[in-house]
């Protein structure tokens, strides 16, 4: 079970660094989905369904924005190679982080084996006192509701936030509702984004 | 996909016709017994908005059946974000915020929890109109006239 899971941890990483590499931007986003396909399988190894469906939905849905996006800025390869000096300073940061990691994982608990906390009684009571058999939800919703309407909060924000600089620059007056785009169009141009036409 | 068509071609259409049903009907179940199996009503509401992009690809962004539901994306998200307050805050009825009011029914049936049921399609309603709506904005946004996504040419 362990070397499934390194080897897994392995594959992410590696399909990371290809995906930061990879000059294609296309080839780029498509080794991005497959990372997160990757990380999905890790959780459900792991024995978290819910964060795995999580996981593989919001991957689909962020893959076909990013795939739709990168069609259409017209750019199909981006980044220049890089300099030697900025190879060996990434080199170092990443070898800093994992020992500062590794330290710092010596002094957790071991893997999968918590010390006595509340997780015992939310496993214990959560269906007497809550109702529901899956306790992830119980808990996400009932004991730590607070913390949920928080990020609920957080995702209203930044999607407003989005629509309102978005249409902004799009010149979308969005009055009776209509698609975006389906009022005057206005190319932007301000930003020097705008996509040469197909 | 420039044609005089909205959306791709008529292959993707009817397969995206079928699926489209099997993928509302899957997010809803994720979302509806979200507090008896894996999932919830952010998976669920994430799940919709899929559908509903699929639907925006197949069917193109302007006359297709998701461009009717843009119309209705701002105010189904508000719904789903007052709900979820309105039932947190109707908890200080039973007690103190974010309490869980409502009466129960017998354990690992869909009425065990109601309040968990309301909450989760209320993230559902949130979720899914939130994300379709940043998708729309997003990513068919008319930046240049005559876009990929109809072919229609200027507006």
Not at chain 1, 33 to 42: D, F, P
Not at chain 1, 150 to 174: F, Q
Not at chain 2, 46 to 70: K, Q
């Amino acid at each position: 079970m362990d070397a499934i899971l390194i080897g897994l941890a392995a594959f992410l990483v590696l399909g990371s660094v290809a995906a930061l590499e990879m000059t294609h931007l296309l080839s780029a986003v498509i080794t991005i989905g497959v990372v997160g396909m990757g990380l999905s399988i890790l959780f459900l190894l792991l024995g978290a369904p819910d964060i795995a469906i999580t996981q593989v939905v919001v991957e689909v849905i962020v893959v076909t924005v990013m795939i739709r996006a990168a069609t259409r800025t017209g750019h199909e390869e981006v980044g220049r190679p890089r300099s030697v000096r900025t190879v060996l300073a990434g080199l170092g940061a990443a070898l800093i982080l994992v020992g500062v990691a590794l330290a710092a994982f010596a002094a957790l608990p071991a893997f999968g084996a918590p010390r006595r906390s509340p997780s015992d009684w939310y496993l214990a009571e959560a269906l007497r006192e809550t109702g529901a058999a899956n306790v992830v939800t119980s808990i996400v919703l009932d004991f730590r509701g607070y913390d949920t309407l928080g990020e609920a909060t957080v995702i209203l924000v930044a999607i407003a936030g989005t629509l309102v600089i978005a249409r902004h620059l799009a010149g979308d007056r969005m009055v009776d509702g209509d698609p975006p785009g389906a009022s005057a169009a206005t190319s932007l141009t301000s930003s020097g984004e705008e996509a040469p036409r197909a | 996909m420039r044609s005089d068509r909205d959306g791709l071609s008529v292959i993707v259409q009817v397969v995206a016709r079928w699926i489209l049903v099997l993928i509302l009907v899957y997010g809803l179940g994720v979302a509806f017994f979200g507090h008896l199996t894996p999932g919830g009503g952010f998976a669920g509401g994430v799940v919709i908005a899929c559908g509903f992009v699929l639907a925006t690809l197949a069917f193109g962004g302007r006359t297709g059946p998701a461009a009717a539901f843009y119309r209705w994306v701002a105010s189904l998200e508000a719904l789903g974000a007052m709900t979820y307050l309105g039932m947190a805050a109707l908890g200080w009825t039973a007690g103190h915020f974010m309490q869980a009011w409502t009466p129960r029914g017998d354990a690992f049936t869909l009425a065990s929890a109601p309040f968990l049921v309301v909450v989760n399609l209320a993230i559902l309603l949130k979720v899914g109109a939130g994300l379709f709506a940043g998708f729309m904005v997003l990513v068919l946004f008319d930046r240049s006239a005559g876009s990929l996504h109809d072919g229609k040419g200027e507006a």
